[in-house]
Nanobody, 120 residues
Framework: QFQLVESGGGLVQPGGSLRLSCAAS????????IGWFRQAPGKEREGVAC????????YYANSVEGRFFISRDSNKNTIGLQMNNLNSEDTALYYC?????????????WGQGTQVTVSS
């Protein structure tokens, strides 16, 4: 059974940074594309970033391109999301998940989420 546990969320001021982490277990970590998506009240689910096996390729949503960076550690079975220059539009619940396709838009599995709030 797939298990994904996110951590690292919190309150940050505009322009600040946060690093999220996700611990994966219950499956062959290195056989799957892994990613992050977010949800905020009144907004559609948005795929933030995805990374394929052995970090060969990455995808970023236009809204976070150049600010967010995804990584994976094949030895520790963890996924990171470094978020820089945060703004109010980044406020959301962030989920680590396994995407259904390489488009990083639909998801088969995900964790409980971690809240990121950007406010002064």
């Amino acid at each position: 059974q797939f298990q994904l546990v996110e951590s690292g969320g919190g309150l940050v001021q505009p322009g600040g940074s946060l690093r999220l982490s996700c611990a994966a277990s219950g499956f062959n970590f290195n056989s799957y594309i892994i990613g992050w998506f977010r949800q905020a009240p009144g907004k559609e689910r948005e795929g933030v970033a995805c990374i394929n096996t052995h970090s060969r390729s990455t995808y970023y949503a236009n809204s976070v391109e150049g600010r967010f960076f995804i990584s994976r550690d094949s030895n520790k079975n963890t996924i990171g999301l470094q978020m820089n220059n945060l703004n109010s539009e980044d406020t959301a619940l962030y989920y680590c998940g396994i995407p259904s396709t390489s488009s990083c838009m639909s998801w088969d599995y995900w964790g409980q989420g971690t809240q990121v709030t950007v406010s002064s």
